[in-house]
C-alpha cells in the first residue's frame, strides 16, 4: 500500500479516473453491432456496464489488488461510486457489507466469494482481470491503473489515461467474449 494512498485527494482522483474510465468502457460498447452483443450473452449488462451500475472501488494489500465491482442495482443512481480499503482476512465481513447495500438483486453469497477468491488469485503478471456474475461485474489490476496500465515496463506503461485504459480492456474483453461465442457455436 501507498503511504499516500489514503489520502482524501488521492481517493477523489480515484473516483473520478473510474468515473471517466466507465463513460470510456460505455462508449466502446455503444460502439457494437447487434451481432457482437451476443458474444456477451448471458452476461450483456454486466459485461458493457449498462445503466445504473453502482461501483465499489476496493483496495486490497498482499496481494495488492485495485478491485471495481460493479453492482447493477435499478434502484440505486447510475455511477455511484465508493473508494474503500478491504481485508483478504476479512471477506466475510466484505460480502455481507455488499450484499446489506445491494439487496435488490439479491446477490448470491457464493457468487461474490467465487468473484472476490478469483479477483485474489489472478496472475500480477496480467494487465487486468475481469469477471462476473448475474449482477456484478469485478473487474480488478494487479497494480495502480492511474500509474501504469501495465507490469511490464515495454507493455502499455505509459498509458493511465481512463478513456485509453477503458478501449484497451474493452477490446481484450470483447476478442475473449468473440473466441468463447465462436467456440460454442462451432464445437458443440
Known amino acids: 500500500m501507498y503511504a499516500n494512498e489514503r489520502s482524501p485527494e488521492l481517493r477523489m482522483r480515484l473516483t473520478y479516473w473510474v468515473f471517466a474510465f466507465v463513460h470510456g468502457f460505455r462508449f466502446e460498447a455503444k460502439k457494437l453491432r447487434p451481432e457482437e452483443t451476443e458474444c456477451f450473452e448471458p452476461h450483456v449488462k454486466e459485461q458493457m456496464l449498462t445503466r445504473p451500475c453502482q461501483v465499489e ?22 455511477l455511484r461510486i465508493n473508494v474503500h480499503q478491504e481485508n483478504w482476512n476479512s471477506l466475510e465481513a466484505t460480502i ?3 450484499r446489506k447495500k445491494y439487496f435488490a438483486p439479491q446477490l448470491n453469497r457464493k457468487d461474490l466469494r467465487k468473484l472476490l477468491k478469483r479477483c485474489r488469485s489472478y496472475s500480477n503478471e496480467s494487465i487486468y482481470s475481469i469477471d462476473f ?20 515496463p515495454w507493455s502499455w506503461h505509459y498509458i493511465t489515461a481512463p478513456q485509453k485504459m477503458a478501449e484497451i480492456v474493452f477490446t481484450l474483453n470483447l476478442a475473449q467474449a468473440q473466441d468463447e461465442h465462436m467456440n460454442k457455436t462451432f464445437f458443440t
Do not use: E
Open 133 to 152: 456474475v448475474t449482477h456484478a461485474c469485478c473487474l480488478s489490476f494487479g497494480h495502480d491503473p492511474r500509474t501504469k496500465a501495465s507490469p511490464f
Open 57 to 78: 472501488v476496493m483496495q486490497f494489500d498482499a496481494p495488492y489488488r485495485l478491485a471495481l465491482f460493479f453492482f447493477f442495482d435499478k434502484t440505486k443512481q447510475d
Open 96 to 98: 455481507s457489507k455488499l
